[in-house]
């Protein structure tokens, strides 16, 4: 399948946290020959209805929201409040295009706008921006044109405005969501190579692509309930420091291959499937690189802690600019962290898994 056509698809999707649906519609279009679940959260589930009760189950997690903004208020003059959705740092939202849904479900475009330096003084240009001196213009002339001519309201989403594009030099794909919408296309990837592979697995596979992560990875305590797994994946756009350290420091550098996470705020990694993953990419002489996060967290804190212990492997993707309007991401790490993930789940045998299982001693 043209991994490109499915990644473009889902980062121009607009999806932000709880609004969810156009990326569920995309999961859809792209889930094979599997069933595909979905429920009230917008959380997905592929190949869950297929699970073998006799066979441990393991769960490629990813999640398919995107950090945005919600209408908070129309002020007189038919600018938007705004509340952040996720983790935004106000100065990078400034001056950019966004699409504000409206009450019959249009997206339309409008700017976010601050005092022009026109009219700042001088202790207005050093200050420095907070997200209350920010409001999405939506070209309008009063409240009422906003609410009866525009029909937006309190409470829609908000989201950028940045449209896929792909750079055949560099091989470096520019786009916004790539947390996590790369993660979801890497599950969706994995799932639909291995489609007549999946059912002589010793393990059942499922993808279970979950909604709300960037509020408090809430989606992830429901899919680790429902699908129960003996171990999980998760597949995620993590942040790339290559313009933030010196190169002996690097953790997450674009082209340089799949980034195995050893910690972060929400888990620590069970060392014995990192060594797995390891291995796996040793035999395929797949690149790797390795990061313990002094923050952050993943679906892998939830996940962790679900079904009585579950062990969790981070793998991320690289992307700069996280929690911005506009990422890059490499193509050749993202179809590396694709590659690595099945020669893991190929090579992963029935003894591994219960190799995790609980231990009596006597």
């Known amino acids: 399948m043209n991994y490109l056509n499915l990644i473009e698809d889902l980062t121009n999707a607009k999806g932000m946290s709880g609004f969810e649906e156009e990326v569920v519609e995309v999961i859809k279009r792209y889930k094979g020959k599997y069933t595909l679940q979905v429920d009230s959260m917008n959380n997905c589930y592929l190949n869950l209805d297929k699970k073998d009760p006799n066979k441990p189950t393991v769960m490629l997690d990813s999640h398919i929201d995107e950090v945005g903004l919600m209408v908070k208020a129309i002020d007189e003059n038919g600018l938007l409040c705004i509340q952040p959705i996720g983790g935004w740092v106000p100065s990078n939202l400034t001056a950019q295009i966004f699409y504000v849904r409206n009450t019959e479900g249009q997206y339309l475009k409008g700017i976010s706008a601050t005092k022009p330096i026109h009219f700042m003084t001088a202790e207005e240009r050093t200050k420095k921006i907070d997200i209350t001196d920010i409001k999405i213009d939506m070209g309008a002339t009063s409240r009422k044109q906003v609410i009866e001519d525009l029909k937006i309201a309190v409470g829609q989403p908000i989201v950028p405005a940045t449209r896929f594009s792909y750079n055949e030099v560099t091989h470096t794909i ?44 809430r989606g992830a305590t ?51 499937l990192i060594d797995l993953f390891n291995q796996a990419a040793q035999a395929e002489n797949i690149p790797t690189q390795h990061a313990v996060r002094e923050g952050g967290g993943t679906n892998a804190g939830p996940i962790s802690l679900g079904n009585l212990g579950t062990p969790c492997a981070t793998i991320g993707i ?45």
């Open 174 to 217: 520019l786009a916004k969501g790539f947390d996590n919408r790369i993660g979801t296309a890497c599950a969706v990837a994995i799932m639909r190579d291995l489609e007549d592979e999946v059912d002589s697995f010793p393990f059942n596979l499922v993808a279970a692509p979950a909604a709300q992560e960037e509020v408090g990875t």
């Open 222 to 272: 429901l899919t680790v309930r429902r699908v129960q797994p003996n171990l999980a994946v998760i597949l995620e756009g993590t942040p790339s420091d290559d313009f933030t350290n010196p190169d002996p420091l690097l953790q997450g550098k674009l082209g340089a291959g799949p980034q195995i996470r050893h910690r972060d705020n929400s888990y620590v990694a069970n060392t014995a």
């Open 318 to 362: 690289p992307s700069r600019y996280a929690h911005t309007n506009a990422c890059f991401c490499s193509y050749d790490d993202f179809h590396a962290t694709v590659e690595l993930t099945k020669a893991f789940l190929r090579r992963l045998t029935l003894e591994d898994i219960q190799s995790f299982d609980l231990k009596t001693f006597h």
